[in-house]
């Protein structure tokens, strides 16, 4: 009787180690995922301030819903593309306003894009700080020089939802 016993027992403890599963915990993504996915990623500008001294500016809010509601997509290919949201300023706009490229600095701290369009201007090989980079939330600063006068220019971006 105790061997039938003892032989349920170590059937049962057997049984359990082998049923259970270790457990398996994701690696944390990379910048590059968080930005474009795996393979793109949309994202919407909520916010977007310049700054010289004690003047402040906020870009966001003095632009036409035209030019805020457009869509920036980050692609995995390290390039991206501004779109043309749901509205557009002119009907003879194109959908695509923008195609460029980016890249980030080996320690994941800085954003580089090839060109972005500011205040009508064009901007070639613009580095951003990365401030803040998670799943709901881009962030970034740099510096900027329009005539003359330099403003530090900080965005933030929200995931299309």
Known sequence: MNFKILTVAITLVVGTLFSCKKSETAAPKTKTELLAGTTSKSWKNTKAVAANGGLSIDLVSTQPTCVVDNILTFYSNKSYEIREGATKCNSADPDLVLKANW?????????TVDKIIFQGRQFDNITFDVVQLTEDIFVGKTMLTI????????????PVK
């Open 103 to 111: 890249s980030l600095n080996s320690d994941e701290t800085k954003f």
């Open 147 to 158: 005539s003359n006068v330099s403003y530090e220019f900080s965005a933030t971006f929200e």
